[in-house]
């Protein structure tokens, strides 16, 4: 596992309207990748982007993308998204109850694979999926929106998860995605964290060039 903090723009927090150019702002600012908050109005009740935006945003980037499925049936997106030029899904694990199915089917597509946890889900959920994730998207909101506050006991949870994977051969990306700031950070990195997703953050910073140095030498 790398020792680098990798930082994870997520669009839902620019403006929607004009997403391509949003996209070159965060890299030019030296993002490290682009998080897509793909939403289905079932699971999270809002409804934001799907495959057909992915696919022409990827256009506009070198970034690596990062399809973050908040969606009742992520088995129907999968293929399609292998197909599109991105390189990282992850799925709430909520959604089914076969993960390691899914994981699978993930993998074999080339891209890069992982689950995606609630607030109110426990750790233990992860406990038999080793060698099966290449991520652990922690969500530190409930799921649907950007802009919410960071909840607390994330911290707690992250603690958990470092000793569950602490004797795993090859460790997952650990990512956490909401209310995730310069204010949280240093703690989220000292828990074994390395994927800081951030929406507004990065996008009501003065400057976000800035804003992406401060996380990355946090
Ligand atoms: C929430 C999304 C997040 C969101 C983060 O459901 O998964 O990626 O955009 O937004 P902030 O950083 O504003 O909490
Ligand atoms: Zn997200």
């Known amino acids: ?17 004009n997403l391509s150019s949003e996209i070159k702002r965060v890299e030019e600012a030296g993002a490290d990748a682009i998080h897509l908050d793909v939403m289905d109005g079932h699971f999270v009740p809002n409804l934001t982007f799907g495959p057909p935006v992915i696919k022409a945003l990827s256009k506009y980037t070198s970034l690596p993308m990062h399809a973050h499925l908040m969606v009742t049936n992520p088995w129907d997106y999968i293929k399609t998204l292998a197909q599109i030029g991105i390189q990282e899904v992850t799925f709430h694990i909520e959604t089914t109850p076969h993960p390691i199915r899914l994981l699978r089917e993930i993998r074999e597509t080339g891209l890069r694979g992982g689950i995606a946890i609630s607030p109110a889900t426990p750790e233990n959920s992860i406990v038999y999926l080793e060698n099966e994730i290449d991520i652990l998207l922690v969500m530190s909101v409930e799921p649907g929106f950007a802009g919410q506050s960071f909840i607390e006991n994330t911290y707690e949870k992250l603690k958990r998860i470092k000793e569950i994977v602490k004797n795993w051969k090859k460790r997952p990306l650990i990512m956490v995605d909401g209310g995730v700031s310069d204010r949280n950070a240093k703690k989220l990195v000292e828990l074994g964290v390395r994927g800081l997703v ?15 140095d401060k996380l990355k030498n946090i």
Request: proline share 0%; aromatic share 10%.
């Open 1 to 17: 596992m790398t020792d680098e903090i990798l930082v994870y723009a997520s669009i839902l927090g620019g403006d929607l309207a």
């Open 198 to 212: 951030c929406a507004s953050y990065l996008f009501k910073a003065k400057n976000m060039k800035e804003a992406v």
